[in-house]
């Protein structure tokens, strides 16, 4: 039986892409077969960070049902279980319970569970009720899932830690009182807060600051990142083209896209 973890084929530096990866990198390691599949590209793999994870490629599949995956590798129940992050549901999902697929579900963002179904939620229900594990990555996550879910057995939920890097654990390093966040990541809650501790950030300790508030940001993401964002837009618009009744409901994903992208910049 070999583990997939299916995965968007998205090569700018997002967490839960490369969590994904070290998860089939990591149970190669304690000897399961496991592999990274990207259905949107088959021939994708990230290259933004390090890894040893091993890559399922296939071939485009260019004639296919709307829900279909971008895959010509026809998955089998008898010898893969697929792994399906909670942003794919509505495409993987359905597809799975067609091909009678085992497979888990991969939650690392509760409150994206309706991004992968479109607001469908008959669909979701049904996908994550034949679900054989629901892995949630936090106690929240796990109360949005049965909030939403309340069908679902709570044991059929598998409860995730993450990993701290031996980084942060250095006692040789002399820590700071960093308040450190990334403005592109709920930026308005960031703010609030940040106002909200005005006055304790700038409580003094003798002549040194108390603490300190840091914006975080990687400017080598920006160029891939707009890139990426463009793509969509000129994909976008060319639907709008060819579908006009799209074309209102493109329009708002594209003043969407355009205020991430002013974000990055």
């Not at 890894?51 to 399922?56: D, E, G, P, S, Y």
């Not at 993987?92 to 179904?117: H, P, S, T, W």
């Not at 879910?149 to 031996?166: G, Q």
């Not at 975080?216 to 793509?231: K, Q």
Request: proline share 5%; glycine share 4%; net charge positive.
């Amino acid at each position: 039986m070999e583990i997939v973890y299916l995965s968007p084929a998205i090569n700018v530096p997002i967490g839960g892409i490369k969590v994904i990866y070290r998860h089939s990198e990591m149970l190669n390691q304690l000897g399961f077969t496991s592999s990274v599949f990207h259905p949107d590209n088959p021939k994708f793999v990230c290259d933004w960070f390090t890894h040893q994870a091993k890559i399922r490629l296939g071939q485009t599949k260019w004639f296919r049902k709307k829900h279909e995956m971008y895959e010509s590798i026809p998955f089998r129940p008898e010898r893969d279980f697929l792994v399906i992050p909670e942003v794919r549901t509505s495409q993987i999902g359905r597809q799975c319970l067609e091909r009678n697929l085992k497979y888990a579900m991969f939650v690392q963002n509760g409150y994206q569970l309706f991004d992968g179904g479109r607001s469908d939620l008959e669909l979701l229900n049904q996908v994550y009720r034949n679900a054989s594990v629901i892995c949630s990555i936090s106690e929240d996550t796990t109360e949005v899932i049965q909030m939403t879910f309340p069908m679902i057995d709570p044991d059929k939920i598998i409860r995730l830690y993450p990993h701290v890097s031996e980084i942060f654990r250095n006692l040789t390093t002399k820590k700071k009182k960093l308040i450190t966040y990334m403005p592109r990541k709920l930026g308005k809650h960031a703010q609030v807060i940040g106002l909200s501790m005005q006055s304790r950030i700038k409580m003094r300790l003798g002549s040194q600051p108390c603490w300190q508030k840091v914006l975080f940001s990687c400017p080598f993401v920006s160029l891939r990142g707009v890139l990426c964002l463009l793509w969509r837009l000129l994909y976008r618009a060319i639907l709008s083209l060819a579908i006009p009744e799209r074309a209102l409901k493109n329009t708002l994903i594209a003043q969407s896209l355009h205020q991430s992208t002013m974000e990055i910049l």
